[in-house]
């Protein structure tokens, strides 16, 4: 009889994006990957994770100023290398950065990020009111995986902040991405998508021929229309939106508290956004938006459906993942 053997090789969390993180900052080559079936698309750790300050962008820094002048703590949800966090903490803000990764929460500290833990988004760490300003970015809120799971995230980011707080999120808008977006996947509802891919790395000089892989990943593209008709069921309102320069593919929202009451539309919401010229204003003039989404029923019916990954089931597919060898036979 044979005896039952061990598979051969690492047989850890394989964490890609945390581990490619962690390897680039440490100066070990490596290459991280996204991948949709047969096709692969590099992952940029270096020009998305590690970018100078210089180089982020008058109106990316005026965003983050606003957070930190919301004079409270700020926390950044998936906050990666952390580079976020710095930057709060080096103005004198109180910034706490957390993150599903492990590896990437090391490589933040490694970097100097002072508070920063191992947490997911779904549930975070973190007391009811913690915080006056929430930032989240790099398209992790679309992990919610529908619109109601992004509302649940927005419900959450809502538990830990005050009433009046404020918030930044981003995402990709489907009504300015064509089938050649990596990962890409339509629906036939307007102003939503879908983008589907999982992370795999690669290191070049230790485990060659080692792939960490990560669990596949499903992302919710929506519309700026459609992440209003999801905030709509939170404390937020959607202040502002900003599509990002260069092909402007990718749009970021700048978020505030309701008023406690939650009497009526929010007047501030109008006013302030079409008099600020840094925001697009054709994502806010579309007055077919608010008839569109009270009218449909058959969003808001499959918003909340069964049939839609939930955003815990996702979040809770992020981080167990599987390291595979390669070429073993
Ligand atoms: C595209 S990166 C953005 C990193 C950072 N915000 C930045 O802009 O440099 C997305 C981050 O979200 C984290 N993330 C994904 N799912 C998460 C979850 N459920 N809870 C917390 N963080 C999560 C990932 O580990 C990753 O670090």
Avoid at 100 to 106: F, L
Avoid at 131 to 145: K, M, P
Avoid at 166 to 186: E, I, S
């Amino acid at each position: 009889m044979t005896a039952d053997r061990e598979p051969e090789g690492p047989r850890t969390f394989a964490d890609p994006f945390g581990r490619a993180m962690r390897d680039f900052h440490r100066g070990e080559p490596g290459r991280l990957v996204y991948r949709d079936g047969t096709e692969v698309q590099d992952g940029n750790v270096e020009g998305f994770y590690f970018t100078p300050r210089a180089e982020w962008g008058e109106e990316t820094t005026l965003e983050l100023e606003r957070l930190a002048d919301a004079r409270g703590p700020v926390v950044d949800v998936g906050c990666g290398t952390g580079q976020h966090v710095r930057w709060f903490q080096d103005r004198g803000v109180d910034a706490v950065g957390v993150d599903v990764s492990p590896n990437a929460v090391g490589t933040a500290r490694e970097m100097g990020a002072e508070r920063v833990l191992v947490g997911d988004m779904h549930d975070l760490p973190f007391e009811d009111g913690r915080f006056r300003a929430v930032h989240c970015v790099g398209t992790q809120l679309a992990l919610g995986g529908s619109l109601a799971g992004i509302a649940a995230l927005l419900r959450e980011f809502a538990r830990v902040t005050a009433e009046d707080a404020v918030g930044l999120v981003d995402n990709y808008d489907p009504t300015r991405l064509g089938a050649d977006f990596f990962g890409f996947r339509p629906d036939p509802r307007e102003g939503i998508a879908h983008r589907c891919f999982h992370f795999e790395y690669e290191r070049a000089r230790w485990e060659p021929g080692v792939r960490a892989v990560g669990p596949a990943l499903h992302f919710l593209l929506c519309s700026p229309d459609r992440l209003r008709a999801a905030a709509s069921e939170t404390p937020w309102t959607v202040a502002a939106v900003r599509h990002t320069e260069p092909r402007e593919i990718h749009y970021r929202a700048r978020l505030e508290r309701k008023p406690a009451d939650g009497a009526g539309p929010d007047d501030r919401f109008s006013d302030r956004t079409t008099s600020d010229d840094r925001f697009s204003d054709r994502t806010t003039s579309d007055d077919r938006f608010s008839d569109r989404t009270t009218s449909d029923d058959r969003f808001s019916d499959r918003a909340g459906s069964d049939d839609e990954p939930s955003a815990a089931a996702i979040g809770a597919r992020f981080f167990p993942v599987l390291v595979v060898r390669r070429g073993t036979e």
